[in-house]
């Protein structure tokens, strides 16, 4: 299993870009999401999904748009780049999320974006 | 809005010191987790603790969720360079149903 796969690896984008970033998972996990990590501020949700079809807003999800046509693939678009969105973005996946427990989430590699 | 206040930010020790990172939060979590991240990489998951006042040992780490299940510690004995990296808790459940709420992570280097 290659587990939770991010293309791509670093983007540079200039200001009002948009682009899409890939996150693939090959474990069959029912729930995806995609966080933000910037320096002092540990991990920040931008937005998740329990299933296919089914999405929903995170903590930061000004700016970027997902959907989930299928099991495996979770992709988040930046629809017009800002500076403020220079971070690393990881995308995870874990087998479930109740309301009471947390399953083991596993995160893929990354993507280093700079917005000029 | 769910809040998890990690402590200290940043650990510089010698090899062989012990050390305590702690995670604490003024709401209660059904369960907490910690994560552990090397540079370049994603944070990979290393215990879940899910019932108040419960001690979970992993060789030389041991983590602890507080009898209210509003905070969490981990403590490290005789630390090693192997032991470098950023450390992260992560509490679900209460009022974040579907959302894995981060604490700002504990920066440790260890030197040999």
């Known amino acids: 299993n290659a587990g939770v796969t991010q293309t791509p690896k670093f983007q540079v984008l200039k200001t009002g870009q948009s682009m899409t970033l890939q996150c693939a998972q090959d474990m069959n996990h029912e729930y995806m999401s995609w966080y933000r990590q910037d320096p002092g501020m540990g991990l920040r949700l931008i937005h998740y999904s329990v299933g296919a079809g089914i999405t929903d807003q995170g903590e930061v999800p000004n700016g970027y748009n997902v959907s989930r046509s299928t099991t495996e693939d979770f992709p988040l678009r930046l629809l017009s780049a800002a500076p403020s969105q220079t971070s690393v973005y990881f995308c995870?996946?874990?087998?479930?999320?109740?309301?009471?427990?947390?399953?083991?989430?596993?995160f893929g590699p990354g993507t280093r974006l700079t917005v000029t | 809005t769910q809040l998890l206040e990690q402590s200290p930010q940043f650990l510089s020790i010698q090899e062989g010191e012990n050390l305590t990172v702690y995670c604490n939060s003024s709401s209660v979590f059904s369960s907490l987790q910690w994560y552990r991240q090397e540079p370049g990489e994603g944070p990979v998951l290393l215990v879940t603790v899910v019932t108040g006042g419960e001690v979970k040992k992993l060789k030389r780490l041991t983590f602890q969720f507080g009898d209210a299940r509003k905070d969490s510690s981990l403590h490290i004995t005789a630390a090693q360079p192997g032991d470098t990296g950023l450390y992260l808790c992560a509490g679900a459940g209460g009022t974040s149903y579907g959302k894995l709420t981060f604490g700002q992570g504990t920066i440790l280097t260890v030197h040999p």
């Open positions: 995870a996946s874990s087998y479930a999320f109740s309301s009471g427990m947390s399953y083991e989430q596993y």
